[in-house]
């Protein structure tokens, strides 16, 4: 419970942390909102006058305080390149990008799970070394570049997708959840290898522990050695590491949405990014660094909810 | 790295780096076109001779701006990473190295940092100063930082502790020069696979954000930008597209695969899967054993005799110090020319060669040797438990009437733990951590059934047998402990409960590996105590395998002693220890402390005080390093009063956790949480340490290492310098040539010897020598004290000998210290201590080093 309190509290100072670079970085970094505005020729007054009405000329602290007291109530600003709330701008897009990210999700587990327990069973066996190999590749292969092979490939070559045409949720969940299948396999497919490396290396560093040995001493047929021994305690960093998986893919459809026209938040992001539109682009890099950092948190709980030495 | 994957992956990542980085190169000289020069009559054409990527929309040669691309690329991840590389070293070496809170809030930073995805952080970076290809590079060399300065940090937390830097640092090196010249070193193998796997990253953020059209401005060409661009001509010109993107996959998939021989410590080995191949490379091997054993027995007794002097009388052959074994009714287990070898990388290694040995039923049998002499092997091949690569050759075991080597993997599964078991010296890693003890040791009635019926019982029953085992192994409470996780256990408690596990099935033979070899002598005595009355009570058979002769005396009927892999003689306990006829039995017994005299009783005429430490304190701060928890102290060392003379050896006895080697810490100054005074008398201190192969600092040769103390006075010339290393080397009886070697390609001893020497050449009188010779070999140990000893009398040299075995001290020591919680409770000299201890502790103590079972 101390454990649980504690880490609480560290969740809850790393948020704040987070908000305030994200303050610094969106609000102060960039200059003036009011000169952005209004350009460099503008004459003073004006300038003066806007700062006035946007409150720009008041304490630093203030500002903040009134920053963080906006989003607690659901106020991020409004976008200054379509002029509506940044709420209303983000939401369908959010709804898009989390179906993306759990189909990834989904794909990632079902697949990297068997697979690394397959690779688990004989060390450097013929199947053990082709996985690590073909892992390898497939963590070389940049994001952007994978969702193009998968275009080309099955969009281009087999026709089954069509490249760059994706539904709107309105046209039908349906529709939309088999367009997303190919931006979420280029999403998962390093992660399946990155998950996969760790889990084989996990177990195989478990079972050159010397407990192993004492459960072969005892007569534990082999299959129980790894079911009853050495998967307990393979198992515990791995959690970690999928917890982080997740956390990632959560966050990191950016590129991928991009590659595959998805009209997701990631895809916001750099639109946002690219038109200085600092508001929507300040709530997307809030909401991802919240997720990535409460993950974390529920990794870490859970972590210790299963290993008794901790 | 000699294994055939790790090279494999090695070339093969180097032939793919150069794949790409050697047209990169050569670009610079050479291009077959202007890679911005446009042409209208060759737009979107496929790969050909003349273009031999094709040509863009524009008319561009792809190969040519590929080249240019990459170059940008790898100049940005190059140049990012060596920002990452050079910020996150600096952080995580003072972090690491210095630690305490601002560690812990940096620490904190980096971690916050480092959990948000790099691209995300380069994004936002970038998106909010602006486009700029510089700016790119200074953004991704911040993002990358944390990862190396995590790396580092950890590098440098372990090199802080190890005891190479606290020798270095007792010789005077600043914190400087203790972390880049001492620690820096030692982090490079894996720093280098940091910055492969770094400047992977580095590239594929690159080619991410310049996909994304951010970072490089819109004239630049780099590989990302030319993979934006051709995702508008994949139907009419895929070319375009995939030579950029299999640029990029080539190059990292080579520095991933190079530094993956880097990265992973863990030295694959390669055994042989396919039965039928294993089968036969075994056969040959019995084959040639067998011819090599004959050719032996040929030139036989007469070379054993005359050359290697195994047995000095003429009179006494091999045969006869291999007593004969008695084969009889009783014998439960036989031992018929076993010989155990090792397949790796294609070659075979014997450990075990051709050994034989009985054990009658309730007989303790000693097996006794140095480390490398097989003993452990011979009892993993008993119990069926070689690893993966370790194979019987040839020879059988019968145990109880069935031939064990010719056993099913499922027949010698339903013997082992049922009627042979075995308990190892390991008691801390040799439970499962995750599993609750009574789990562990229910398992083996749930596999075996209960023991003499062979009925598989309900769960009250069971849980009932395991806690009533659990008790009889001399642990309290069992019920509570059946629900406890190892961890919460002190290592006695372990090593009981793997007394319980190996018991439990009632078997007919128990092996125990140097069990008490991790335990303090008044634990092992009791454990010893519970393995002689399980004989007793049960009749189980015992092999026990041990270092230690005292222990093999006391508690076996018979021994078996082995050296590199073949027994060289065996009898009863009385025949071997008292009529020992091989030459190396001899030497063991010689050997081992209680039987050694080294040190006459030395009469201390000018009394001349070195060191006097008067009411010394010294505690940890406990929760150190955690930022708003209060300071608390804890003590562990209360009030010591201590004196050395010129001369003179001074002993401090006591179990782990006493306080003796934090007290030598904060005499010789590297502990600063003390109060008392602390007075040396005008020589400086050193220390030796226990683990020779900490001790020295592995990135280093012994004549740079024996120079350094020289160095750090500044009072020599390097040609003054060159002639103190020989004379001390030849001082310690090491071959002037050694100083040319790395720590790792000397033995054991060896190393200890290059320890003592970096100790003396600065002709310091006073040394603090911490367990020196406790990991080491019965017969290294004899030579190293007596090294010790001689070199003390020849320079009038002080030592404070700090040990465990009560035994070593007896024979070495001037005055003895007893240490118990923290304090000194007895301060006498060695024949005072032994013929009348007046405190308790030291009683127990004695008595468990003379192994009163």
């Known amino acids: 419970m101390k454990f649980f309190l504690r880490r609480f509290v560290a969740l809850i100072f790393t948020l704040l942390a987070v908000s305030v670079l994200c303050f610094v970085a969106f609000k102060i970094i960039p200059g003036d909102s009011a000169m952005l505005k209004l350009g460099m020729d503008a004459d003073d007054a004006a300038i003066e006058a806007l700062r006035h009405s946007m409150g720009l000329d008041r304490n630093v602290f203030v500002r903040f305080a009134d920053w963080i007291k906006g989003i607690a109530v659901g106020d991020f600003g409004s976008s200054s390149q379509y002029s509506v709330p940044v709420l209303d701008l983000l939401l369908p897009r959010l709804r898009v990008t989390t179906l993306l990210?759990?189909?990834?999700?989904?794909?990632?587990?079902?697949?990297?799970?068997?697979?690394?327990?397959?690779?688990?069973?004989?060390?450097?066996?013929?199947?053990?070394?082709?996985?690590?190999?073909?892992?390898?590749?497939?963590?070389?292969?940049?994001?952007?570049?994978?969702?193009?092979?998968?275009?080309?490939?099955?969009?281009?070559?087999?026709?089954?997708?069509?490249?760059?045409?994706?539904?709107?949720?309105?046209?039908g969940a349906g529709e939309l959840m088999l367009y997303l299948i190919w931006p979420a396999i280029a999403i998962a497919i390093p992660k399946i290898s990155m998950v996969v490396k760790f889990l084989r290396s996990s177990i195989f560093r478990e079972y050159r522990m010397d407990y192993v040995r004492t459960a072969r001493s005892k007569g534990v047929t082999e299959r129980n050695v790894l079911r009853r021994h050495v998967l307990k305690n393979a198992m515990m960093p791995v959690i970690t590491f999928t917890g982080m998986m997740i956390a990632d893919i959560l966050a990191g459809s950016i590129v991928v949405e991009t590659v595959f026209n998805v009209p997701g938040i990631g895809k916001s992001l750099i639109l946002s990014i690219a038109n200085r539109d600092f508001n929507v682009a300040q709530t997307i890099i809030l909401y991802i660094s919240f997720l990535i950092i409460t993950m974390n948190f529920i990794v870490d709980v859970l972590y210790k909810a299963v290993d008794p030495r901790v | 790295m000699k294994n055939r994957v790790k090279t494999f992956n090695f070339i093969f990542g180097m032939i793919l780096i150069a794949l790409v980085l050697i047209p990169v190169i050569m670009g610079f000289f050479w291009m077959p076109y202007d890679p911005a020069a446009m042409d209208i009559n060759a737009r979107n054409q496929a790969p050909s001779l003349a273009h031999i990527f094709g040509t863009d929309y524009f008319g561009r040669d792809v190969f040519c701006r590929v080249l240019i691309g990459a170059r940008m690329t790898f100049m940005v991840g190059a140049a990012s990473i060596a920002i990452g590389c050079v910020l996150g070293t600096l952080v995580g070496a003072f972090t690491g190295y210095f630690g305490g809170p601002v560690d812990e809030v940096v620490m904190r930073i980096n971690d916050a940092l480092a959990s948000i995805p790099s691209v995300l952080l380069a994004l936002v970076l970038v998106g909010v100063v602006g486009s700029n290809r510089y700016l790119v590079i200074v953004t991704l060399g911040i993002v990358f930082t944390p990862s190396f300065a995590r790396v580092a940090r950890g590098e440098f937390m372990k090199g802080r502790d190890m005891d190479y830097v606290k020798n270095a640092k007792l010789m005077g090196a600043g914190p400087f020069r203790l972390m880049f010249v001492h620690i820096l070193p030692n982090t490079a193998a894996i720093m280098i696979s940091s910055i492969a796997i770094g400047f992977n990253n580095a590239v594929l953020a690159e080619a991410g954000l310049s996909y994304l059209g951010i970072g490089a401005q819109p004239s630049d060409v780099s590989l990302g930008r030319m993979l934006a661009e051709a995702q508008g001509y994949l139907f009419t010109a895929p070319w375009f597209a995939l030579a950029p993107g299999l640029t990029i996959v080539i190059t990292v998939l080579g520095f991933a695969l190079v530094s993956d021989v880097f990265g992973s410590s863990s030295a694959r080995v390669r055994g042989v899967s396919n039965k039928r191949r294993l089968s036969k490379l075994i056969e040959e091997q019995a084959a040639k054993e067998k011819r090599e054993d004959a050719a032996n027995e040929l030139r036989g007794e007469l070379v054993r005799r005359t050359v290697t002097n195994e047995?000095?009388?003429?009179?006494?052959?091999?045969?006869?110090?291999?007593?004969?074994?008695?084969?009889?009714?009783?014998?439960?287990?036989?031992?018929?020319?076993?010989?155990?070898?090792?397949?790796?990388?294609?070659?075979?290694?014997?450990?075990?060669?051709?050994?034989?040995?009985?054990?009658r039923k309730g007989e303790i049998v000693g097996i006794v040797g140095e480390s490398g002499s097989g003993k452990s092997m011979t009892a993993l091949a008993v119990m069926g438990l070689l690893k993966q690569n370790g194979h019987i050759t040839s020879g059988s075991i019968v145990f109880d009437g069935n031939e064990l080597t010719k056993l099913s993997a499922a027949e010698y599964r339903a013997i082992r733990g049922a009627k042979m078991s075995m308990v190892f010296q390991e008691p801390m890693t040799s439970l499962n951590p995750v599993v609750k003890i009574g789990r562990q040791v229910e398992e083996l009635i749930n596999i075996h059934g209960l023991p003499g019926s062979g009925v598989y019982a309900d769960k009250r029953v069971s849980k009932e047998l395991v806690c009533a085992t659990l008790g009889e192994c001399g642990l309290k409470e069992p019920e509570s402990l059946y629900d406890m996780y190892p961890h919460q256990l002190s290592g006695g408690m372990r090593q009981r409960v793997m007394l319980a596990m190996a018991m439990i099935c009632g078997p007919k033979l128990l092996i125990a590996d140097e069990p008490t070899t991790a335990l303090d002598v008044t634990t092992q005595a009791k454990i010893l105590k519970l393995i002689r009355k399980m004989n007793e009570s049960y009749g189980t058979a015992v092999i026990f395998i041990s270092h230690d002769l005292r222990i093999i005396r006391k508690l076996c009927d018979r021994v078996v002693v082995m050296k590199n892999g073949e027994i060289v003689e065996k009898g009863t306990v009385e025949e071997v220890f008292e009529h020992p006829l091989a030459v190396y039995t001899k030497k063991l017994i010689a050997a081992a402390p209680e039987n050694l005299s080294l040190v006459k009783p030395k009469v201390f005429t000018e009394e001349r005080r070195l060191l006097r430490?008067?009411?010394?304190?010294?505690?940890?701060?406990?929760?150190?390093?955690?930022?708003?928890?209060?300071?608390?102290?804890?003590?562990?060392?209360?009030?010591?009063?201590?004196?050395?003379?010129?001369?003179?050896?001074?002993?401090?006895?006591?179990?782990?956790?006493?306080?003796?080697?934090?007290?030598?810490?904060?005499?010789?100054?590297?502990?600063?949480?003390?109060?008392?005074?602390?007075?040396?008398?005008?020589?400086?201190?050193?220390?030796?340490?226990?683990?020779?192969?900490?001790?020295?600092?592995?990135?280093?040769?012994?004549?740079?290492?024996?120079?350094?103390?020289?160095?750090?006075?500044?009072?020599?010339?390097?040609?003054?310098?060159?002639?103190?290393?020989?004379?001390?080397?030849?001082?310690?009886?090491?071959?002037?040539?050694?100083?040319?070697?790395?720590?790792?390609?000397?033995?054991?001893?060896?190393?200890?010897?290059?320890?003592?020497?970096?100790?003396?050449?600065?002709?310091?009188?006073?040394?603090?020598?911490?367990?020196?010779?406790?990991?080491?070999?019965?017969?290294?140990?004899?030579?190293?004290?007596?090294?010790?000893?001689?070199?003390?009398d020849e320079y009038n040299l002080s030592y404070l000998f700090i040990s465990h075995d009560m035994q070593v001290v007896r024979r070495i020591c001037d005055n003895v210290a007893v240490m118990y919680k923290g304090e000194i409770v007895e301060y006498a000299t060695p024949e005072e201590i032994f013929s009348s201890p007046k405190q308790e502790y030291t009683k127990k103590l004695i008595n468990a080093a003379e192994i009163n079972i």
Request: contains cysteine; proline residues 4%; positive net charge.
């Open chain 1, 101 to 171: 990210a759990l189909e990834a999700i989904v794909i990632m587990l079902v697949i990297a799970f068997p697979l690394g327990f397959l690779t688990a069973k004989k060390e450097n066996g013929f199947f053990d070394r082709t996985i690590s190999f073909l892992g390898q590749v497939t963590m070389a292969i940049p994001p952007f570049f994978l969702g193009i092979v998968l275009t080309l490939i099955f969009g281009v070559i087999l026709h089954l997708f069509v490249p760059g045409t994706c539904p709107k949720w309105e046209d």
């Open chain 2, 311 to 359: 047995y000095e009388t003429p009179a006494v052959t091999r045969k006869e110090a291999l007593r004969k074994d008695i084969v009889t009714a009783n014998t439960l287990l036989e031992v018929d020319k076993l010989s155990v070898g090792f397949y790796e990388n294609g070659a075979w290694e014997r450990i075990v060669k051709g050994v034989s040995f009985t054990v």
């Open chain 2, 613 to 792: 430490v008067q009411d010394l304190n010294v505690w940890y701060p406990s929760n150190s390093g955690r930022l708003f928890a209060k300071k608390t102290k804890k003590m562990v060392v209360k009030n010591a009063n201590l004196e050395i003379r010129e001369g003179e050896i001074l002993g401090l006895v006591g179990e782990s956790g006493c306080g003796k080697s934090t007290l030598a810490k904060a005499v010789s100054k590297l502990l600063k949480t003390k109060s008392g005074k602390v007075k040396l008398n005008d020589t400086d201190i050193r220390m030796v340490f226990q683990d020779p192969f900490d001790s020295l600092n592995p990135a280093k040769k012994v004549g740079w290492l024996l120079k350094e103390p020289l160095r750090l006075s500044r009072r020599f010339g390097r040609k003054e310098m060159e002639k103190q290393v020989d004379d001390i080397l030849t001082k310690v009886e090491l071959p002037v040539r050694y100083k040319d070697r790395y720590p790792s390609e000397l033995s054991g001893g060896e190393r200890q010897r290059v320890a003592i020497a970096m100790a003396l050449i600065l002709k310091s009188r006073l040394i603090i020598l911490d367990e020196p010779v406790s990991a080491l070999d019965v017969t290294v140990q004899e030579q190293i004290l007596k090294l010790l000893v001689k070199l003390r």
